[in-house]
């Protein structure tokens, strides 16, 4: 079991890596680490994830008031996001916000990543659902992505970027690494003409793939409620299933809708 210095030392390490992949600009981004039920370590508002050391690191409790923090660092300014993850999701250990290029398009257009285009996104992320807009560091934002917390591991912040959430930070990093992934993979598919789906069979098919994993977190093929009723899922549902206002009866025009604005934002 890590130490306190190691979790710090891993989470400057992760901050290395959200920088050096162009997650984040300047001073943008943060992630925190649960230790137990009342205390937390957390990035610091104001400096570059990409060159901190463990001495940058803060220490707050759930409410997100100061424990222990070295002189000139403070937690950052959006800490209330957050603990509204660790407090709706017990099982969750560590939080990741960033502004991935190709998945803040996706937020910024007002596009849900909620294609199936391929087994590795539909294993591991499932969909990633958009939250409302809500200003950077009020309640506004952690509002926002209540609604879809029981539902899924990640999800696009409006006009702002995305949050991922795990067991571990870094497998809460791995999702951010993988929605970017999968991002890039379907703007650029659309350049293409648009990608080749994989159809409700198959996606059934690696749900029930995921479920003989037992793979930990929230996911369509385990707490979709469409998924649970014979009904299409997220993939095909725009991922609106986690907020009571799926229609069934309207995946064909969502998605037909979705595909028409990408297409006309690539002029295509």
Not at 99 to 111: D, E, S
């Amino acid at each position: 079991m890590q130490n306190e210095y190691e979790i710090k030392k891993e989470m400057c390490e992760i901050g290395r890596r959200v920088y050096n992949r162009g997650m984040v600009a300047a001073n943008d981004g943060n992630f925190s680490v649960k230790l137990n039920d009342n205390e937390f370590l957390c990035t610091p508002t104001g400096v570059s994830k990409g060159f901190m050391t463990p001495e940058y690191i803060c220490k707050v409790d759930a409410e997100g008031n100061v424990i222990q923090a070295n002189k000139g660092f403070k937690p950052s300014s959006e800490i209330k996001m957050h603990m509204r993850v660790y407090k709706e999701r017990p099982d969750v250990n560590s939080v990741v916000h960033a502004h991935p290029l190709y998945a803040t398009t996706f937020a910024i257009a007002g596009i849900p990543l909620t294609q199936p285009i391929m087994p590795e996104a539909v294993i591991a992320l499932g969909c990633v659902p958009i939250a409302k807009y809500g200003t950077p560091s009020t309640v506004e934002i952690p509002d926002a992505i209540s609604e879809h917390l029981q539902y899924f591991d990640a999800v696009l912040l409006e006009n702002h970027g995305a949050l991922s959430y795990s067991d571990s930070l870094l497998n809460a990093y791995h999702k951010m690494e993988s929605l970017e992934f999968y991002a890039r993979l379907l703007y650029q598919s659309n350049m293409l003409g648009g990608p080749q789906e994989l159809s409700k069979e198959q996606v059934e098919k690696l749900y029930e793939i995921r479920r003989q994993f037992g793979l930990p977190g929230k996911h369509p093929a385990n707490v979709c409620p469409n998924a649970k009723e014979g009904k299409p899922s997220c993939h095909s549902c725009g991922s609106s299933c986690g907020t009571g206002t799926a229609d069934a009866s309207a995946d064909a025009d969502l998605v037909a809708s979705i595909t028409k604005k990408v297409m006309a934002q690539l002029g295509l």
